[in-house]
């Protein structure tokens, strides 16, 4: 296996901590190489293999992920198939309802009426209709332009059955709000022919499609999280973590490991 550091290569590290008032262990120091960490982009794709408009989407996501991949850069791409177009007939095997359940939560903090596929989220703080092109790669281009509030590493362990979270800095403005880790694993280079619904007769391409997901609190300090999933790993998969408020949704700090 190899890892993909997200932000930057740590050389030798040396930290300290402090307790605020609220007992939160805040990483103050850390000898870095002279870099500081690199910005970097979530995208989140909320699509279905049943809704004809999703087909282009996922395109310009697979386009994305796979350049990412390629360039190493910090542009981590998700695919979240939903379950509520299963009904109208062709079932998405990748799909699940706690994906629609997540797009659901950013309904109101984004200020939407509804939720629609396709819909590509940045950062847990805008969204764009997931063929937007010309309004996506520039909202990815102003994202990549903000400092990121925490910088992390992960490490899981062989069968990525669990993984170890070791926060290396956290911006003082953090404060003492509470914030999520969410840990998805995802895979490339699927396809899928479609035999019935909107998308019959279309063979159709995914890339970082998400296998699994999970999430619990971060606590800012360093952590060992069990994994639980079925996956049969290969050097298809990617796990990626990110940090996020689970209330304003904004997300503060990413990685990946590539298997």
């Not at 995208?43 to 697979?62: H, K, M």
């Not at 790669?137 to 490490?155: G, H, R």
């Not at 279309?202 to 999430?215: A, M, W, Y």
Request: proline fraction near 3%; include cysteine.
């Amino acid at each position: 296996m190899r890892q993909i550091l997200g932000f930057f290569i740590l050389v030798t590290l040396i930290g300290c901590t402090e307790t605020n008032t609220e007992g939160q262990s805040l990483i103050v120091a850390a000898a870095q190489t002279g870099q500081e960490a690199e910005p970097f982009v979530i995208l989140e794709l909320f699509t279905s293999e049943g809704c004809s408009d999703c087909p282009d989407a996922e395109r310009y996501l697979n386009e994305i992920a796979l350049k990412s991949w390629a360039d190493r850069d910090y542009i981590y791409a998700l695919s979240f198939h939903v379950d509520y177009w299963n009904k109208l007939g062709w079932q998405d095997i990748f799909s699940k309802r706690s994906f629609s359940d997540r797009q659901r939560g950013y309904r109101s903090s984004l200020g939407n009426e509804v939720i629609y596929t396709p819909q590509l989220i940045i950062n847990g703080q805008q969204d764009y209709v997931g063929t937007d092109r010309d309004k996506i790669q520039p909202a990815i281009d102003m994202a990549l332009q903000n400092k990121p509030k925490v910088y992390f590493t992960i490490t899981p362990n062989e069968d990525w059955s669990s993984v170890q979270i070791d926060p290396i800095s956290i911006s003082e403005n953090m404060g003492a709000e509470a914030y999520d880790i969410h840990l998805a694993i995802v895979e490339r280079g699927l396809s899928t022919d479609v035999l019935r619904g909107e998308n019959e007769g279309e063979k159709l391409d995914h890339e970082n499609i998400v296998r699994d997901f999970q999430s619990q609190k971060w606590d800012s300090t360093l952590m060992k999280i069990d994994l639980s999933h079925d996956n049969e790993l290969t050097e298809k998969f990617s796990l990626i973590a990110f940090i996020q408020n689970p209330d304003t949704k904004e997300i503060v700090g990413a990685n990946i490991w590539n298997y």
